[in-house]
């Protein structure tokens, strides 16, 4: 009895993760910021949906086969692009924490406004940073100075 007790809780503090945990994480925030967007109904990012009629097949591939988000081997989201898409926004609804593998985001030329949020300093393996084309306002926050990859940052050409 006690040896399978063992055998129990080894199993269950040493198995791995299941690879589909951060990918869910990630696909969930997608969908809460698109939610959030004035014209959420946007084509671009009409594959950004979980389909609860194929919820397994869904699960196991979302978000990396939606429109603009790419993945790697594990299925941890490291770059997203969707410039030029038409978003109407802002990035308050966006919780950045849940990209924690993201190296490039790119949303420029959109027409997202607002602050940039003091909480972009969760994306700690930023390389790359393009939000110029929209109407982002306010200071940049001194938070982007924790992003210490960061190689590429560009906000020019916003009128917010």
Avoid at 22 to 41: D, G, P, R, T
Avoid at 68 to 92: A, E, F, M, P, W
Wanted: charged fraction near 15%.
């Amino acid at each position: 009895m006690l040896q399978n007790l063992l055998f129990i809780l080894f199993k269950l503090f040493c198995s791995p993760l299941p690879a589909s945990a951060s990918k869910s994480e990630a696909a969930y925030a997608l969908l809460k910021w698109k939610a959030s967007l004035i014209n959420q109904n946007n084509p671009m990012l009409a594959s950004w949906s979980l389909d609860p009629t194929h919820i397994n097949r869904t699960t196991s591939t979302a978000p990396c086969t939606w429109y603009g988000v790419h993945c790697n081997d594990q299925g941890d989201v490291v770059k997203l692009n969707i410039s030029t898409s038409r978003l109407n926004g802002t990035l308050q609804n966006l919780t950045f924490s849940s990209f924690v593998s993201l190296t490039r985001l790119d949303l420029r030329l959109n027409d997202i406004s607002g602050p940039i949020p003091v909480k972009i300093r969760y994306l700690s393996k930023l390389v790359f940073l393009h939000l110029s084309g929209n109407r982002f306002s306010g200071k940049i926050p001194l938070e982007i100075g924790m992003l210490t990859n960061l190689e590429t940052l560009s906000l020019h050409k916003n009128i917010g």
